[in-house]
C-alpha cells in the first residue's frame, strides 16, 4: 500500500506537482510540467487552481506561482514535502473514514454517510477501494467493521497513525494517564529505558491497543499459529505477566492473545535497544524460528563477502537489525510504503553497486522461503524489508572496506608538488576505502604513487608502486582504481 | 425528592439508608431484579465453614428492616432501559413492563462472576454463588461431588479451595498468574500459604487459562487449558467479577473497560445519576489513579457517598486502599494499599521491608510475617501485608487509615499503643520497628 493509496487521482497530481519542483530546484517549466504529467493544459490549469485554494491559508509558509512560463515553488525553511502530504492526506475522505473506523470501530452507511457528506455510491466506491489495499494487510471494511487478524488490525492502525495521519496530534489527543502508565510499565516490568523516539512510537501503540482491547470476536489464528515456539521465550512470559497485572485492576476479561500482540509488537519494532536486545538474544531459545534465521542469514552474508572475522559489536548490530527484519516478516503482513521503493532502490543501488542489491533479493528469498511466505511483487511488506536487507549489507560493507593508505611521493620542485598532491587528492576523493596523503618516509602504506620510476624498491618497503605517466590522466586514475579495487577485495 | 436505587445489594442499601439519614422527606425506591434482597454475597463460604447453619442467615438486612426505614424496595424488577433525559427508568415487574421517574438516581447493579472468553462457563454445571439460589444449587453439587475445580486464584477461589478440601473433596485450582492472591500480595508474601497448599493436597496449577468447560457424557466437566484437560465433578468458576450495564441510555460515560465513570462524588456524566459500588472505577488512594476495585467495604462507602452529594457535590470520596483480610490454610492474611510488584505501574520510588514479629510478649508468642511499602524519598506508607497463624485481621485496619492519612514510617514509630505482655510485644507490630534484633528479616532494598 502506498501513501497516494489514500488520495484521489487529482490530489496525487497536485502533490506530483510540487515533488517535482523540489526535485528541479524548485522551479519547472509550464511545459516540462505537462510533459511530465502526461495531462492537458485544461487539467494543469486546474490542478494549479486547485493547489492556491487548498494552500490558500498558508500563503506566509508555502506558495507556488506560475508566471504564464514557468512554475516555482517557494517554501520555508521549516517547511517540507512531508507537511504538503500531512495537508492532502488531513483532507482525504479515506483518510477519515478509517479516522472514523478507529473512533467508533463499527459505523452504519447512513452514519458515515452523514459525517463525511458524501453520497451512498461515492461512500461504497471509497471502502471498495480502500479494501483492494487493505488486502495485503489481510484485512477488510465489511458490514461497518474491520474484520480480519486483531495483530492486523492494530499493526494497520500503527502504520496508519505513524505514516498517514498526523501522529503527534494522535498522541496528544489520546494520551491519557493510563497511556503513559502503560508505557512507564513496559519500561519497569522488561527493566528497559525506552528512547524518546520509541516512546511515542510504543504510545501509538498503547493508544490502539486500549482502543481495542474491548472489541469482541478478535482473531488470532495466525498469531497462534507463529507463538506456539514462543510461548517459554523469557520476554514473552514477563509480557504476559505485565498484561494480566495490568488488566487485573480494570473490569477487563483480557484475552491470553494481549500479551502475544504486544511480544510482536516489541520485537518487530525496535523498541528495545541494541543494547536490551543483546540482553534478550542472551536468553532466547536459538532454535525458535526467528532466533535461528537470524543466524542464517549472519553466517549467509559472513559466507558470502568471505569475512574471516567480524568485529564483535558490527556483529551483535547485524543480529539487531535483522531480527527486527525477520519477526516482522515472521508476524507481520503487508505495509504501508513510507518511502518510495523505486527510488530508494535506484538510489541504493547507486550507493551501493548492483551484487549487493541481488544478494539482498538473495537473502529476501531464503526467509520468504523459510518462513514459507509467498512472494508477491506487490507485497509492500517484501519491498520494504528488501530496503533494510540492502541497507544492512551497506552497513556490512561499509564498515568491513580495509582502509587502503595512499602516499604520493612526486619527484619534482616542491612549488609543483604540493599543487599536484592537491589536485591528486581532490581527484580520488570519491572513491571509497582510501586514504590519501603525502607521502611521509616513517608511516607504512599500501599503494605508492610516484612520477618516477623508484631507484631502490625497498624504499617503499612492502607497499605496491606505481608510476604516473601523465598526472591527473584519465588512464592513470582508471589504473589506480582498480589496484585499490584489488587491495580492497 | 424522588429517588431511586438500582440495585438493593451492599452499595444500594447503603446508599438508601444514607439517603433516608440526610433527607428525612425523600421518597426512596429501591429496584432490585431478584426476589430477595441483602444476601451476603459470600455466605456460602460462611455455610461451609458451619459459621451458619442455613444459607438463610446469610443476609446483612431484610426488606422488612428497609421497608421500617419509609425505604420502598420493589423486587423482581428488572431495570431494561434508563432515558437521563427524561429521567425514567424502565423495568420489568413480574413481566409486566413498568416506568418509573426520578429526581435523583442511583446506579448501584454491582457485578456477577461472567466469562466471555471461557466457552460454557454459564453452563448449569459451572457453580457461581454471588446469589442465594446459586449458592444452594452449588451445596448440592458440591456434596454429591467428589472433585471440585476452580477457576481463578483470587480471594474467591482460594478460600473456596480450603473450605472443599476439608470436606475431602480433590480441589483444582487454576490460575494465570504465576501465584496466588497477586492483587493483593507480593509473590514473596504468599509462599508460606502456596506451600500449605501443596502440602494439604490442592492441586495447584499457576500460568493456566482456561479456554472452555464441558460436561462429559458421565456427568463430569472437562475443563480444557492450553495443552492439558482437567476433569473434575463440578467446577467453580471464582474469576473476576464485572458489572452488566446493558440498560444504560448513551448520555452516560463509560471507562475503557465499560464500568461507569464518576467523580469523586459519585456523579455521572449524566445530570442527576451517581454510580456506586461495583459498576464504576474508584480512586487507588488518593492519587488520581483510577481502578476496579470490587469490594463490599468499597461499595458501602461509595453509597453513603453518593447520598451525601445527592444536591450539591459536598463530600468527595476518600479513595480505596483495596483493604482486605481473611483465613485460609491455616494462615490469616491481610492487605492494603499498594503492592511492590503492582508499584511498577507507578512512576514512585519506593522500598519494601519485611520483618518478622511476636504478637505478644509471652515465650510461646506467634508471629506475624510483615511486609512495608512505602515511598523511598518521603517514607510515606503505601502498602502493606500481613501473613500469622494468628488472627491479626483487624490490625490491618491500623495501617490502612495510616496510609489513608499519609502516615510516615517515623510517625508510625511513634504511634500510640497499648502494653500488656499478655496481648502485645515490646512495640506494637504497627509501629514500624526499626531495629534489628526486633525481627527476622532486613530490609530488602
Not at chain 1, 415 to 432: A, G, K
Amino acid at each position: 500500500m502506498k501513501i497516494e493509496h489514500f488520495l484521489e487521482k487529482n490530489e496525487i497530481r497536485e502533490v506530483t506537482i510540487f515533488k517535482q519542483l523540489i526535485l528541479n530546484g524548485g522551479r519547472l517549466s509550464y511545459m516540462d510540467m505537462l510533459d511530465y504529467l502526461k495531462v492537458a493544459k485544461a487539467s494543469l490549469d486546474n490542478d494549479l487552481d486547485s493547489i492556491s485554494a487548498r494552500i490558500g491559508s498558508l500563503s506566509e509558509q508555502v506558495n507556488i506561482y506560475y508566471d504564464g512560463q514557468t512554475i516555482s515553488l517557494k517554501m520555508d525553511d521549516d517547511y517540507s514535502l512531508q507537511q504538503i502530504y500531512h495537508l492532502y492526506l488531513s483532507q482525504s475522505v479515506k483518510v477519515k473514514l478509517i479516522n472514523f473506523l478507529f473512533k467508533y470501530q463499527e459505523f452504519s452507511i447512513m452514519q458515515l454517510t452523514e459525517e463525511l457528506a458524501i453520497s451512498d455510491s461515492s461512500l461504497f466506491r471509497k471502502i471498495k477501494e480502500l479494501n483492494s489495499y487493505l488486502k495485503e494487510f489481510g484485512i477488510k471494511i465489511r458490514n461497518g467493521q474491520l474484520h480480519g487478524e486483531e495483530l492486523q488490525i492494530r499493526y494497520f492502525y500503527f502504520q496508519f497513525y505513524n505514516y498517514i495521519e498526523n501522529k503527534e496530534v494522535f498522541t496528544d489527543l489520546h494520551s491519557d494517564k493510563q497511556i503513559t502508565q502503560a508505557v512507564q510499565a513496559v519500561e519497569n516490568f522488561l527493566k528497559v529505558t525506552i528512547e524518546p523516539e520509541n516512546r511515542q512510537r510504543l504510545a501509538i501503540w498503547m493508544i490502539i491497543s486500549k482502543n481495542r482491547v474491548n472489541c469482541k470476536d478478535k482473531k488470532y489464528q495466525h498469531l497462534h499459529k507463529q507463538m506456539q515456539t514462543y510461548l517459554e521465550d523469557p520476554l514473552y512470559q514477563k509480557i504476559r505477566i505485565m498484561v494480566l497485572r495490568y488488566f487485573s485492576r480494570y473490569s477487563i476479561e483480557v484475552d491470553e492473545e494481549e500479551a502475544m500482540l504486544h511480544f510482536a509488537f516489541l520485537l518487530a519494532f525496535s523498541i528495545l535497544t541494541e543494547h536490551e536486545f543483546h540482553e534478550y538474544t542472551l536468553m532466547r531459545d536459538r532454535r525458535a524460528p526467528i532466533a535461528s534465521l537470524d543466524t542464517y542469514i549472519v553466517e549467509t552474508i559472513i559466507i558470502h563477502y568471505k569475512f574471516r572475522r567480524l568485529p564483535y559489536m558490527l556483529e551483535r548490530d547485524m543480529f539487531y537489525h535483522l531480527s527486527h527484519i525477520h519477526t516482522k516478516l515472521y508476524f507481520f503482513k503487508g505495509d504501508i510504503e513510507v518511502y518510495e521503493y523505486e527510488e530508494m532502490l535506484a538510489k541504493e543501488k547507486q550507493f551501493t553497486g548492483r551484487n549487493l542489491v541481488s544478494f539482498a533479493h538473495t537473502l529476501l528469498t531464503t526467509t520468504t522461503d523459510k518462513f514459507m511466505i509467498i512472494e508477491d511483487k506487490e507485497n509492500s511488506l517484501l519491498k520494504m524489508e528488501l530496503l533494510k536487507y540492502i541497507s544492512l549489507l551497506a552497513i556490512v560493507t561499509f564498515k568491513m572496506t580495509t582502509i587502503v593508505q595512499i602516499g604520493i611521493d612526486l619527484k619534482m620542485e616542491t612549488i609543483y608538488t604540493e599543487t599536484l598532491n592537491q589536485m591528486l587528492m581532490l581527484n580520488m576523493r570519491h572513491i571509497n576505502g582510501i586514504k590519501v596523503e603525502t607521502y611521509q618516509p616513517d608511516k607504512e602504506y599500501d599503494l605508492i604513487l610516484t612520477n618516477e620510476r623508484p631507484s631502490q624498491k625497498v624504499q617503499y618497503g612492502d607497499a605496491k608502486v606505481y608510476v604516473l605517466s601523465e598526472i591527473l590522466s584519465s588512464f592513470d586514475l582508471k589504473n589506480i582504481q582498480s589496484i585499490i579495487q584489488e587491495l580492497n577485495s | 425528592m424522588k429517588v431511586v436505587i438500582i440495585g438493593a445489594s451492599f452499595a444500594g442499601v447503603a446508599a438508601a439508608l444514607e439517603v433516608r439519614n440526610k433527607h428525612l422527606d425523600a421518597e426512596i425506591i429501591l429496584l432490585e431484579k431478584k426476589s430477595a434482597l441483602g444476601y451476603i454475597p459470600n455466605g456460602l463460604h460462611l455455610y461451609w465453614e458451619k459459621r451458619i447453619d442455613n444459607l438463610e442467615s446469610a443476609y446483612f438486612i431484610t426488606k422488612e428492616e428497609l421497608e421500617n426505614q419509609n425505604i420502598h424496595c420493589n423486587l423482581k424488577s428488572s431495570v431494561e432501559k434508563i432515558d437521563t433525559v427524561k429521567k425514567e427508568v424502565h423495568y420489568l415487574c413480574d413481566e409486566q413492563e413498568e416506568t418509573i421517574t426520578y429526581d435523583k438516581l442511583i446506579i448501584a447493579t454491582g457485578s456477577s462472576q461472567l466469562s466471555q472468553k471461557i466457552s460454557g462457563s454459564d453452563g448449569e454445571h459451572v457453580l457461581k454463588y454471588k446469589g442465594r439460589y446459586e449458592a444452594e444449587a452449588a451445596i448440592e453439587k458440591v456434596e454429591s461431588s467428589e472433585s471440585v475445580t476452580i477457576i481463578g486464584g483470587g480471594q474467591v477461589g482460594v478460600e473456596a479451595a480450603d473450605l472443599l478440601n476439608k470436606q475431602q473433596k480433590q480441589v483444582t485450582l487454576i490460575e494465570s498468574m504465576d501465584y496466588v492472591l497477586f492483587k493483593y500480595f507480593d509473590k514473596d508474601m504468599i509462599q508460606p500459604l502456596q506451600k500449605k497448599m501443596l502440602a494439604d493436597g490442592i492441586n495447584l496449577r499457576l500460568q493456566q487459562t482456561v479456554s472452555s468447560i464441558e460436561e462429559t457424557d458421565n456427568q463430569q466437566v472437562r475443563i480444557q487449558l492450553k495443552k492439558e484437560t482437567v476433569k473434575s465433578d463440578a467446577v467453580v468458576l471464582g474469576v473476576n467479577v464485572r458489572p452488566d450495564l446493558h440498560f444504560l441510555d448513551e448520555h452516560v460515560q463509560l471507562h475503557m473497560d465499560q464500568t461507569i465513570a464518576v467523580d469523586r462524588y459519585m456523579r455521572t456524566s449524566a445530570e442527576d445519576v451517581f454510580a456506586v459500588g461495583d459498576c464504576i472505577q474508584l480512586n487507588f488512594g488518593e492519587e488520581s489513579e483510577m481502578v476496579y476495585i470490587p469490594l463490599v467495604n468499597n461499595a458501602v462507602r461509595s453509597g453513603i457517598v453518593a447520598a451525601a452529594n445527592l444536591n450539591q457535590p459536598k463530600v468527595p470520596f476518600k479513595g480505596s486502599l483495596r483493604t482486605i483480610g481473611t483465613s485460609a490454610f491455616g494462615y490469616y492474611i491481610a492487605s492494603t494499599g499498594m503492592t511492590e510488584a503492582e508499584s511498577l505501574f507507578t512512576n514512585q520510588t519506593i522500598k519494601t521491608s519485611r520483618q518478622e514479629m511476636c504478637l505478644t510478649s509471652l515465650p510461646d508468642a506467634s508471629t506475624v510475617m510483615m511486609k512495608w511499602i512505602y515511598d523511598a524519598d518521603s517514607h510515606i506508607l503505601l502498602g502493606a501485608q500481613m501473613l500469622s497463624n494468628a488472627n491479626i485481621l483487624e490490625k490491618i485496619n491500623t495501617l490502612a487509615l495510616a496510609i489513608q492519612t499519609k502516615q510516615t514510617l517515623e510517625d508510625l514509630q511513634q504511634k500510640d499503643y497499648f502494653f500488656h505482655p499478655s496481648f502485645s510485644p515490646m512495640i506494637s507490630t504497627t509501629n514500624f520497628v526499626p531495629w534489628q534484633e526486633m525481627r527476622d528479616d532486613v530490609n530488602e532494598n
